[in-house]
């Protein structure tokens, strides 16, 4: 499969706004991920015919950093966060139940393709320990059990977009810092929500 | 204990709509640009700058005058914000992005300018999304309104900003791995020397690094003067600085403070004390990179200097409270673990020496310890930092690798009988 042209198109705009087209690799592989939920091999070609250089370097950067997936993502990630705040705030537990719910361990998808499950380091939301992000939308204050209820309210509502206010309103608890301003955007695909890539929509 | 609130203002008194532009201006948000472009010049913004004594924000400590001062001439020069906050403990950037963007940006306008610099960047980690949407919106209204793009302020000043966002890489907070990842390559640090990014930066060309924080302050100094900035707080750590506290603390959050408070004070004041009326056992005073503190040593005080006598580090401002219930092995495990995942593996030491690290404590955490580990343990860190001091010597490209030792040295330290316990007896033949 290759892109289809409104996505050439955009990946032309990317490039344009950098002095040297490789700078536009890391925002042209989550363009790719955002449409097909991974970095594909068509993928691959197309971005090395894009910005000039050869497929290997493509996928010897895509394959260095843990936010390019290798494999196809569910339609929400679970990033639970397992760094010091959140360790010493029993994030332990929290990751025990939402493995237990989506019965899946680090890094798999579930035959549905609903979920992909990780633990990560840390998403600076120490204050707000222990802390998931969902599609990159964080949440804080988190209990296990609110962890669950999270996870249900997500596999039956399906929200087409993730907005952690609305996450963060339902299921949060204690916040880093307050949030203030009310904010209605939020990612529609397992990649950050960034409104360059169009990958972000409004409720 | 009271906070002093510069850089925290704006968003504090117009919590709602803080992060726009004409709610940003109409607080007197772009007059400090404004000023600077009618009447200053390169010389001058420097100058206050240099007077302020402002020391760099993302962890180094660097004087930021002194490295303004000594990025080379060249046709082509570039602005690189770092705002890839990734060090455990720390959330100060991600409140300055969500919340008051414009100051940055009015930051980065006025710091272009006093280095003649026509196309900046701000790099964010991938996972700050929101953050990212702020700024990258704040970023287009301004450009709207004739305060980005050509001719800015009608002056004959040009300045574009790109938003970039990274992809999950702790060690892009390295300045030169940060470039290399805004070249589009992986995130590995370069060797310094050649490539200071001053003189070798982005894309080889002359280039200015500055953490976020940092580049925020510029406006308030430019509106008042680099006087009244190096007026605050004290001598060595000048001005107001947001620390981010967290761990088993009844207040956790970000506090604008100036520097030269005690952690106790600062504690006890702000964070409202400790949860469930606790002791602190040991607490990190700047970042998961730097070397622990014993909960009797509360009363040092927080500024760069003191901290790093007591040989620890100032860091990224991250203020990590530990009980004492917690487990420190547990905790040192976490971070270690932090650190090996995060290793770029150019340098052996760092790459293998982490993941041995890792290894090594999981067996403890699970009972399999050997009465040799903690030996080996130690052994390892050496091999990654030479003599186990603080600030660490080097045997890798950059800190990363060191960094992982600090809290295994800690450990063994002043903790060592809580790892001894867990370990079999060494079996002595006589």
């Not at chain 1, 260095?64 to 966060?81: A, D, H, I, N, R």
Request: charged share 25%.
């Amino acid at each position: 499969m290759t892109w289809e042209n409104a996505r050439i198109d955009k990946a032309k705009e990317i490039i344009e706004m950098y002095p040297q087209k490789r700078s536009a690799l890391g925002p042209l592989l989550y363009l790719a991920q955002d449409k097909d939920g991974y970095i594909s091999d068509d993928s691959i070609v197309e971005i090395s015919r894009l910005i000039g250089i050869t497929e290997v370097q493509v996928q010897s950067v895509a394959s260095f950093y843990s936010m390019y997936k290798q494999e196809p993502t569910g339609k929400y990630l679970l990033s639970v966060c397992k760094s010091i705040s959140c360790e010493i705030s029993n994030s332990s537990n929290v990751i025990q139940k939402v493995k237990e719910f989506t019965n899946l361990s680090n890094n798999e998808t579930d035959d549905e393709g609903l979920f992909t499950y990780e633990s990560v380091e840390c998403i600076g939301a120490c204050g707000g320990a222990p802390a998931i992000q969902v599609n990159y939308e964080t949440v804080e204050g988190l209990t296990p059990e609110k962890a669950v209820d999270l996870c249900k309210w997500l596999k039956e509502e399906q929200p087409k977009v993730v907005v952690a206010d609305e996450l963060q309103l339902k299921f949060g608890g204690t916040k880093s810092f307050d949030w203030a301003i009310e904010d209605k955007t939020g990612s529609s695909s397992p990649v950050p929500g960034f409104q360059t890539y169009e990958m972000q929509e409004e409720i | 204990m009271k906070e002093t609130i510069l850089l925290t203002k704006h968003m504090r008194e117009n919590p709602e709509d803080s992060h726009l532009l004409k709610s940003y201006e109409k607080n007197g948000g772009y007059k400090g640009v404004k000023k600077v472009l009618k009447s200053g010049t390169p010389e001058s913004v420097l100058e206050e700058i240099k007077s302020s004594n402002i020391r760099g924000r993302g962890g180094a400590g660097f004087p930021t005058g002194v490295k303004w001062g000594f990025l080379a001439e060249d046709q082509e020069r570039y602005l690189v914000i770092n705002a890839d906050e990734s060090e455990p403990g720390t959330f100060k950037d991600r409140i300055l992005l969500e919340r008051d963007p414009h100051q940055l940006i009015e930051g980065m306008i006025i710091t272009c300018f006093a280095a003649n610099i026509s196309k900046a960047f701000i790099y964010i980690r991938g996972e700050y999304a929101k953050p990212a949407r702020r700024v990258q919106s704040a970023v287009e209204q301004a450009y709207e309104k004739g305060y980005l793009g050509k001719n800015i302020f009608g002056s004959s000043m040009d300045l574009d900003i790109v938003v970039h966002l990274g992809a999950g890489a702790y060690i892009c907070g390295e300045e030169t791995a940060l470039l290399n990842s805004l070249e589009g390559r992986r995130g590995e640090p370069r060797l310094k020397p050649p490539f200071f990014p001053a003189v070798k930066g982005l894309y080889n060309k002359p280039t200015l690094v500055n953490n976020v924080e940092t580049i925020s302050s510029v406006p308030w100094i430019m509106n008042n003067s680099g006087k009244d900035y190096a007026s605050l707080g004290v001598e060595g750590s000048t001005g107001t600085r947001i620390f981010s506290l967290s761990g088993h603390i009844n207040n956790p959050g970000n506090y604008e403070i100036e520097m030269g408070s005690s952690f106790g004070e600062f504690v006890e004041s702000l964070g409202k004390g400790v949860r469930n009326e606790k002791s602190i056992k040991a607490y990190i005073p700047g970042g998961a990179s730097a070397p622990w503190l014993r909960g009797d040593q509360l009363d040092v005080k927080m500024t760069i200097d003191d901290v790093a006598n007591e040989g620890s580090m100032l860091g990224s401002g991250a203020v990590v409270m530990m009980d004492e219930d917690t487990n420190l092995l547990f905790a040192a495990k976490s971070l270690v673990s932090f650190f090996a995942h995060e290793s770029c593996g150019q340098c052996t030491p760092c790459r293998e020496g982490t993941t041995w690290l890792e290894n090594i404590l999981d067996r403890i955490a699970s009972g399999r310890g050997r009465a040799s580990d903690i030996d080996l343990l130690l052994d390892v860190c050496d091999n990654i930092s030479p003599g186990l001091t603080w600030p660490p010597k080097m045997t890798t490209i950059c800190p990363l690798g060191p960094s992982a030792t600090a809290s295994i040295v800690s450990l063994m330290k002043d903790f060592r009988s809580e790892v001894e316990v867990l370990l079999p007896k060494k079996v002595v033949v006589s």
